[in-house]
């Protein structure tokens, strides 16, 4: 996904787990973030959890094989944007970035509209 992204066009920042993601968005501007909802150290949802307490107004797409309805709930209730399902197709995943940057985009410095 990081090689087809940046063809794409898109700047990656990559993290071996949640931990390291928290201390991505804590050294970089990051715009979107991309959590697969199962890794090591922190759980997908435990990650999306933390990069809200650092970055309140971050969108943060999840990505998951589970397709349990308690998934989708946990995932929605933890404030993720948007929820794709594996496997990932490369048209969603850039559909999924490309609204979540137009979210951002709106949003004032506040998370409030612009």
């Not at 996904?1 to 990559?14: I, K, S």
């Not at 804590?26 to 650092?54: F, K, N, Q, W």
């Not at 929605?76 to 048209?91: E, H, I, S, Y």
Request: charged share 30%; hydrophobic share 45%; aromatic share 4%.
């Amino acid at each position: 996904m990081h090689e087809f992204l940046d063809r794409e066009g898109w700047e990656t920042h990559l993290a071996e787990d949640g931990r390291q993601a928290v201390e991505v968005i804590r050294i970089r501007v990051i715009t979107v973030a991309l959590v697969d909802m199962r890794m090591p150290d922190l759980s997908g949802i435990e990650t999306l959890r933390e990069l809200h307490r650092v970055t309140a107004t971050l969108p943060v797409i999840a990505m998951t094989a589970d397709r349990e309805l308690w998934a989708r709930e946990e995932v929605v209730a933890a404030g993720a944007f948007d929820l794709l399902w594996k496997p990932l197709r490369r048209d969603e995943v850039v559909g999924a970035l490309e609204r979540a940057l137009r979210a951002c985009l709106r949003e004032g410095p506040g998370g409030g509209p612009a």
